[in-house]
């Protein structure tokens, strides 16, 4: 839409703009064919997003991410089907789990030739670009612009960065001189600018940060300085409740202090002369959640100048703005610093967005949504029907405040990349319950109340009185697996 059709459409809404009541969502003032704007972090946990209301929001500000959420909406249940970076980039694009789009694991190829979202969106008249991290080893398709990172991508403190544009031979490397959240947000501001403004665009804005080794902006050195982040109750654990499998495994931040301790810690060594184990846990907690958070101010000021274009353009109103991160990630939870399992902090995506002509601002839903519906839920914005190929459904209905009837009750979950440090598992998890199978060796089962147990330190599944809950989570787990084709 140019500037004089807003300009119109602003006066037929009235002075109030496009304030919506229950009324206003049946009478679709957005345009048919919406922009969307998605802003992926990576490894961004909901805890470290100020209006998720974590034991950290009383110390973080993230003004500029939270505003996508007071003028749209928080999702408190959207989570990941495999938490690791790559399985969840190929399920957003396919809308498929990873056992169907054949990424399971970190080292397995997207296949260019797979149908994807952008694919679909170009053939229904969008203006297609990813910018930033890919991480899918093969050349992304479906883009009419793309200018990724290769690989991991580095976050070029006080150095340059390296991506890779589309219109040379795949593989070949431009440098970027400043810092990599910077530059992301650079090209795709350059990128919108110099669109076909005649036609809807999907832009895929794919941050490196908060990744780790956690390399904040030197400008942002001292920000948090003195601030003592709270310590999640969890990161003291004893578990001896969990199940042989996993009890002992996890990265845990003594590992984390023990790399932190070397010399070359990117962020500056930390110096633990004379802590006990205690001790140097609470340091490398603070150090951690210090160098994360410092990462997101980079994040937040980036998200603040692209929201900043679409207003100065006049796009906000019909823009879908979404805000979400490729898993979540723990920050101390379970004495963790990683992902990969399906235990909260690593399952739970966060997801905000905004799009003022259907969703009420400053809503909350609690649907059980994963990545797999995202793809689903951007071709329904635009006038596209979910192909039989995905397997996700579109929760663009969900966001106008209206649960379809038969929303799905369950999520399913399955981590592949079984390591030497977090063994391989699948699991159920519904509004109240999860329950977890360790299929490796040693296999086991555990089962969580989350109303009762919210921080999951509790693992009933040998608990009597939750006999019958464990078989109806079983046959559910059962019922799944075999609706997704998951049978193996
Ligand atoms: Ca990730």
Redesign the pocket.
């Known amino acids: 839409m140019n500037r004089r059709d807003f300009l119109k459409r602003c006066a037929a809404v009235g002075a109030g703009g496009f304030v919506l009541s229950n009324q206003a969502l049946e009478v679709r003032v957005g345009s048919k064919h919406p922009n969307i704007l998605y802003i992926m972090s990576?490894?961004h946990s909901t805890s470290a997003i100020k209006c998720y209301g974590s034991i950290l929001a009383v110390v973080i500000e993230t003004p500029n991410i939270d505003r996508i959420r007071r003028e749209g909406m928080r999702l408190n249940n959207c989570f990941c089907t495999n938490s690791?970076?790559t399985p969840?980039r190929a399920t957003i694009l396919t809308g498929q789990y990873s056992h169907v789009n054949g990424v399971t694991t970190l080292g397995k190829t997207l296949d260019r030739d797979r149908q994807n979202v952008a694919k679909l969106l170009q053939q229904a008249g969008y203006q297609t670009a990813v910018v930033g991290k890919w991480h899918l080893k093969s050349e992304p398709s479906g883009f009419d612009y793309y200018n990724v990172l290769p690989g991991q991508g580095k976050y070029g403190v006080l150095n340059t960065v390296e991506l890779k544009e589309k219109g040379n031979p795949w593989g070949t490397k431009k440098e970027y001189e400043g810092y990599v959240t910077d530059i992301i947000a650079d090209i795709s501001l350059q990128w919108l600018r110099n669109r076909d403004k005649n036609k809807p665009f999907f832009l895929m804005c794919h941050n490196k940060a908060p990744?780790g080794l956690w390399e904040y902006n030197p400008k942002y050195e001292h920000l948090y300085e003195g601030v003592e982040f709270p310590e999640p109750m969890s990161l003291w654990e004893d578990k001896s409740h969990r199940c042989e499998a996993s009890r002992d495994a996890g990265r845990d931040i003594l590992q984390l202090c023990s790399r932190m301790e070397d010399p070359t810690w990117p962020t500056g060594q930390l110096d633990t002369t004379g802590m006990d184990d205690t001790q140097k846990k609470k340091a490398a907690y603070q150090k951690y959640l210090h160098d994360y958070m410092r990462c997101i101010a980079s994040v937040d000021e980036n998200v603040g100048r692209l929201l900043d274009y679409l207003d100065d353009e006049g796009l906000s109103n019909d823009t879908v703005v979404i805000y979400t991160?490729?898993?979540g990630?723990f920050l101390g939870e379970h004495d963790y610093y990683d992902?990969r399992w399906i235990f909260e902090d690593s399952l739970r995506m966060p997801f905000l967005v905004r799009y003022s002509s259907e969703i009420r601002a400053g809503s909350v839903n609690n649907d059980i949504i994963n990545n797999a519906d995202f793809a689903p839920t951007f071709l329904d914005y635009a006038g596209v029907s979910t192909p039989s190929d995905m397997q996700g459904s579109s929760f663009r209905t969900n966001l106008a405040g209206k649960t379809p009837a038969g929303w799905r009750r369950s999520m399913y979950y399955r981590y592949w990349m079984g390591t030497s440090e977090v063994p391989v598992h699948y699991g159920v998890r519904t509004k109240r319950y999860k329950l977890i199978y360790y299929y490796g060796l040693p296999s086991g089962w555990e089962l969580y109340d989350l109303q009762n147990d919210p921080l999951e330190m509790n693992n009933v599944y040998n608990e009597p009185s939750y006999t019958g809950v464990v078989s109806e989570m079983k046959a559910e787990l059962s019922r799944l697996r075999e609706h997704l084709g998951d049978t193996e």
């Open positions: 990576d490894d690791i970076c969840s990744h991160s490729d898993q990630m992902k």
